[in-house]
């Protein structure tokens, strides 16, 4: 049995108007800074350590042997287990030592060995979003966009520069090419090697990934977020949008322009053609031969 935690207790407003109790916890054998904050409620496990410039915000739990680097802010109610290392420095060779950041938001959970670099930019932050589910081993590189309610299992390594958009579903093992993008709603499917853009909505898989079908069911689970509802015109709007962009067997650039001629504009749809058409490292299609042009 490990040695007794150290207790501190601070007042809170409860719904009645009075004060309860939230109860800070922090293990004798962590050591944490003089120069990081910690918000009422947080619990800090065994010899987990946490640098100088941390922000760690309410209610948020970190458990044993975990590593918090130097100028890294975490928001309300996460969880972080055994082993995750955040706001490692940037691998990226040109850094050169200069402040930046990790930020991350709230009720997010990191499981073990989650490994989280800051940006290789003076001043500039690697970015995790609200409600996120990182499973164990999964590595996030320096300047790395997460957005909001997305799931990454085991092994999934992002490299530097890569962004997931909202409600993204990423299998074991996926690994991301520097600048990938990852539209909202769409999901790779585990060991996918992931080195062009992935379209909002889009299921896919491989090595290389390339687009499948649409994301039918990761759109049904995720129409129970009032954040991410789709009306069934819309989900119908988007399935003609994949036949006509992923199935005609035009070229890409022709493909968007006879979806904008063929159906009616809707947000979502207009969405999943501006994504395509800002693509800087271009979108994996099921028939490889094919271009933009």
Excluded at 62 to 86: D, L, N, R, Y
Excluded at 162 to 176: C, K
């Amino acid at each position: 049995m490990g040695p007794p935690t150290a207790d501190c207790r601070l007042p809170t407003a409860n719904i009645n108007g009075g004060t309860s109790v939230l109860e800070t916890s922090i293990h004798p054998t962590a050591i944490i800074s003089p120069k990081a904050t910690l918000e009422e409620g947080v619990k800090i496990g065994p010899y987990s350590l946490v640098g100088e410039d941390v922000h760690i915000g309410r209610g948020t739990v970190i458990g044993p042997h975990v590593q918090i680097e130097k100028w890294t802010t975490i928001g309300e109610e996460c969880k972080i287990f055994f082993g995750a290392t955040i706001g490692n420095e940037s691998k990226d060779l040109k850094y050169g030592g200069w402040r930046s950041y990790v930020k991350i938001g709230n009720r997010n959970i990191l499981r073990e060995y989650v490994s989280i670099s800051r940006s290789s930019f003076e001043e500039e932050a690697t970015i995790v979003g609200d409600n996120n589910l990182l499973m164990n081993w999964v590595n996030l590189a320096h300047d790395t966009i997460v957005g909001n309610r997305i799931i990454m299992a085991n092994f999934v390594s992002l490299a530097g520069h890569v962004v997931i958009e909202d409600d993204v579903r990423l299998g074991a093992h996926a690994a991301l090419h520097q600048y990938v993008r990852v539209g909202k709603m769409a999901m790779a499917g585990g060991f996918s090697k992931i080195v062009q853009d992935i379209p909002p909505f889009a299921l896919s898989a491989g090595q290389p990934a390339r687009v499948r079908d649409l994301n039918r069911i990761g759109i049904r689970t995720s129409r129970i977020n009032p954040l991410s509802q789709l009306t069934p015109e819309t989900l119908a709007a988007l399935k003609k949008a994949f036949r006509i962009l992923f199935r005609s067997g035009l070229p890409l650039k022709h493909a968007v322009t006879r979806v904008r001629e063929a159906l009616e504009s809707t947000p979502e749809v207009e969405y999943l053609l501006k994504f395509i058409e800002t693509s800087k490292r271009g979108i994996g299609f099921s028939q490889p031969n094919r271009t933009f042009f």
